[in-house]
């Protein structure tokens, strides 16, 4: 199973990037997915994630507004479009997907996602 992440880069303050999660080996159509970011010398941080069928999506505050993240399943590609970019968004980006089917929550804890990306980095220039 392989998680690949792409879309990151460099941008200027107030723009935008898509970035996307295509997932390999398995289907995740029932299966809660997300996104992850670290920025350096910081910890692992939620971003958003979503339920099996995209019906119910989640944010962090600090991106609320500014990130919406959708799925596509016949094509077993996550999203995560990014506007109004702030420096403080810069990170590696990281997709995930949780092993557990249908759960009952979709959840926002890194411990709960069982597979994930090998990340890309965003850089937002001030």
């Known amino acids: 199973v392989q998680l690949q992440a792409s879309g990151g880069g460099l941008v200027q303050t107030g723009g935008s990037l898509r970035l996307s999660c295509a997932a390999s080996g398995r289907t995740f159509s029932r299966n809660s997915m997300g996104w992850f970011r670290q920025a350096p010398g910081k910890e692992r941080e939620f971003v958003a994630a979503?339920?099996?069928?995209?019906?119910?999506?989640y944010y962090a505050d600090s991106v609320k507004g500014r990130f919406t993240i959708f799925r596509d399943n016949a094509k077993i590609t996550l999203y995560l479009q990014m506007n109004s970019l702030k420096p403080e968004d810069t990170a590696v980006y990281y997709c995930?997907?949780?092993?557990?089917?249908?759960?009952?929550?979709?959840?926002?804890?890194?411990?709960?996602?069982?597979?994930w990306g090998q990340g890309t980095l965003v850089t937002v220039s001030s």
């Open positions: 995930a997907a949780d092993s557990s089917a249908f759960r009952g929550y979709v959840p926002e804890n890194s411990d709960d996602y069982d597979y």
């Open positions: 979503t339920n099996f069928n995209g019906g119910s999506s």
